[in-house]
């Protein structure tokens, strides 16, 4: 059984900077995918940024440029540096892990407004 406990979101200016953590625990392997998703109100849950296997990292096009993804295999987290945030990232934001089957965290709220 895999856990993923999120932290870090919070509100935040045009322009700010914040950054998530996702902690997770039970069986997780460095070698499977784990990232971030996240859904706005009335849209789909998308994916915002993926670390998979052989360092292989993939982002939305939307973040390009201003999310960076990192992880930290020995502590089973995962990390997304958000800078020069917008008011449409404003979203929950969920950790992602793809093991036997696929595992959510419980979301954190990211809020971007003047």
């Known amino acids: 059984q895999v856990q993923l406990v999120e932290s870090g979101g919070g509100s935040v200016q045009p322009g700010g900077s914040l950054r998530l953590s996702c902690a997770g625990s039970?069986?997780?392997?460095?070698?499977?995918?784990m990232g971030w998703y996240r859904q706005a109100p009335g849209k789909q849950r998308e994916l915002v940024a993926l670390?998979?296997?052989?360092?292989?990292?993939n982002y939305a096009n939307s973040v390009k440029g201003r999310f960076t993804i990192s992880r930290d295999t020995a502590k089973n987290t995962v990390y997304l540096q958000m800078n020069s945030l917008k008011p449409e990232d404003t979203a929950v934001y969920y950790c992602?892990?793809?093991?036997?089957?696929?595992?959510w965290g419980q979301g954190t709220q990211v809020t971007v407004s003047a």
């Open positions: 039970g069986s997780i392997f460095s070698n499977n995918p």
């Open positions: 992602y892990y793809r093991g036997l089957r696929t595992y």
């Open positions: 670390a998979s296997s052989g360092g292989m990292i």
